[in-house]
Structures are given as structure tokens and as C-alpha cells.
């Protein structure tokens, strides 16, 4: 199985910025495309991010899409995702994902989903 954990998550003011890491299995990031979601509370999970095997980028999101970044660093099996100019409804829990296909889908579902990090959590604070 793909084992994922993120970290980084904390309490930030707004327009600050945030660096979340997931820390996947060895070999994973030469595999598997690796997707960044969030969960608000009371909300459904929404895709936010992916980056495949060969470093393409797919963003998810339908605004705020320059505020998000994600890179993979396969000498360390981690992927990054920067967070800049956090607002208020930014606070979600994050979570790293794959749907263990090479490249991003250009639609991301919970049900395409095979293995999912704990997740770690934002709270953007005024």
C-alpha cells in the first residue's frame, strides 16, 4: 500500500503563509500522482491540487487558483503544498492523496481515491 502523512498544519493569520508536507512511501512519487484535498468543517472534501509523475501540474480549485502551489522532491519522497495570502475560509483540514494513476485527473472524486493521508490541519485566523 501507499502510505502518506502530512504535516505543517497550524494555527495562521490571515494573509500569511503556510508549507504543507506529505511524506509518502519510497518509491510512491515515481508511480503515482499525488493530490492535495481539504475538508472545511460541515463540508464535502474539494480537490485542491495535483502534481504527476512528471512534475504537471493540475489545479482543481475554480478561484484562488495563484495562491496554491505543489512540488514533489523525490530525493526525500515528500510533496509540498504552498499556501499564500491565507484567508478565513482557507481553514480545512489538508490532506495528501493518490489515485494511484501516473498522471492527474482532470476530475478528482472521493470514490477515485485509493489512499489518503491523515491529514493535518489549517485554522486561519483573523
Known amino acids: 500500500q501507499v502510505q502518506l502523512v502530512e504535516s505543517g498544519g497550524g494555527s495562521v493569520q490571515t494573509g500569511g503563509s503556510a508549507t504543507l508536507s506529505c511524506a509518502v512511501s519510497?518509491?510512491?512519487?515515481?508511480?503515482?500522482?499525488i493530490s492535495w484535498l481539504r475538508q472545511a468543517p460541515g463540508k464535502e472534501h474539494e480537490p485542491v491540487i495535483c502534481?504527476?509523475?512528471?512534475?504537471?501540474?493540475?489545479s482543481y480549485l475554480k478561484s484562488d487558483v495563484g495562491r496554491f502551489s505543489v512540488a514533489r522532491d523525490k530525493t526525500k519522497n515528500t510533496v509540498t503544498l504552498q499556501i499564500n495570502d491565507l484567508k478565513p475560509e482557507d481553514t480545512a483540514t489538508y490532506y495528501c492523496?493518490?489515485?494511484?494513476?501516473?498522471?492527474?485527473?482532470?476530475?478528482?472524486?472521493?470514490?477515485?481515491?485509493?489512499?489518503w493521508g491523515q491529514g493535518t490541519e489549517i485554522q486561519v485566523s483573523a
Open positions: 519510497e518509491g510512491a512519487l515515481e508511480m503515482f500522482a
Open positions: 492523496a493518490t489515485s494511484m494513476a501516473r498522471l492527474c485527473l482532470d476530475r478528482l472524486t472521493r470514490s477515485e481515491i485509493y489512499f
Open positions: 502534481v504527476s509523475i512528471s512534475d504537471e501540474i493540475t
